[in-house]
């Protein structure tokens, strides 16, 4: 019986295999994560959230003002 192509699983493409493999963890990463909080799993994605989130902003505060769309910063 044939499958559905769009229920059928995809194979990831060469590039999507080296994204993935650049951010590839661990378990041992993740055991790290997990004790750095004291086991608390709650704790753990809390404290992941807001790291992403200190990324995410420095990423926004060093991208150019018409990327992001914000009114460019006067010149001294």
Same mark, same amino acid.
């Given at each position: 019986m044939p499958q559905d192509p769009i229920l059928?699983? %995809? /194979?990831? %493409?060469?590039?999507? &295999?080296?994204? /993935?493999?650049?951010?590839?963890? %661990?378990?041992?990463?993740?055991? &790290?994560a997990i004790a750095a909080c004291a086991g &608390?799993? /709650?704790?753990?994605? /809390?404290a992941l959230l807001?790291?992403?989130?200190m990324l995410e902003r420095e990423m926004s505060l060093r991208? %150019?003002?018409g990327f992001v769309r914000r009114p460019a910063r006067p010149r001294r």
């Open positions: 059928a699983p %995809s /194979r990831p %493409s060469r590039s999507a &295999d080296a994204e /993935r493999a650049d951010f590839d963890v %661990s378990e041992q990463d993740i055991d &790290d &608390d799993a /709650r704790a753990t994605i /809390r807001v790291a992403y989130a991208a %150019s003002a």
